[in-house]
């Protein structure tokens, strides 16, 4: 296990129980570089979308453990955060919650002359994502050639 797959694994077990007592979900933990300053990034989400007053809540209970545990050895920024309308899906509860829904999937290499597609989602496993186009095609992506997968948005 990687040092950042560590740190990530440790704040998910640290952050579950504050997330629990506010009934908050936790969407996804990163520890990741932005120019010379590490972050540690705790995304949540709740019925009805995240306040400032929900991450304030999480953050300042999550602080004082991170303080007493010092289980990061770098110095970085700790932040609390929405995952924000273009939130990529990650876990099986992202593809329950999104089955029957409009996707987008952008994928590393060109597949059939694009590397963008959209369609709903009919199936998925642990190692493919399944939808359905608009052309009524079916296309079955390995999840490994999957850069981006998200609910896609008309705007």
Request: charged share 35%; glycine share 6%; hydrophobic share 30%.
């Amino acid at each position: 296990m990687s040092k950042r797959q560590m740190y990530e694994t440790q704040t998910e077990h640290w952050i579950t129980p504050i997330l629990e007592r506010n009934n908050f979900e936790l969407v996804d933990v990163e520890y990741v570089k932005e120019g010379s300053t590490w972050y540690l990034r705790a995304y949540i989400d709740k019925e009805g979308g995240i306040t400032v007053d929900d991450c304030e809540i999480v953050a300042r209970e999550m602080n004082e453990i991170l303080d007493r545990e010092d289980y990061i050895e770098d110095s970085y920024v700790f932040e609390v955060s929405s995952p924000g309308l273009g939130r990529p899906l990650k876990k099986e509860k992202d593809y329950i919650r999104s089955m029957g829904k409009e996707l987008e999937i952008r994928t590393y290499r060109s597949m059939n002359g694009s590397k963008e597609f959209y369609g709903v989602l009919t199936g998925y496993d642990d190692d493919t994502v399944t939808i359905q186009t608009e052309e009524d095609e079916k296309l079955t992506f390995a999840k490994t050639d999957i850069a981006l997968i998200r609910l896609a948005f008309d705007f």
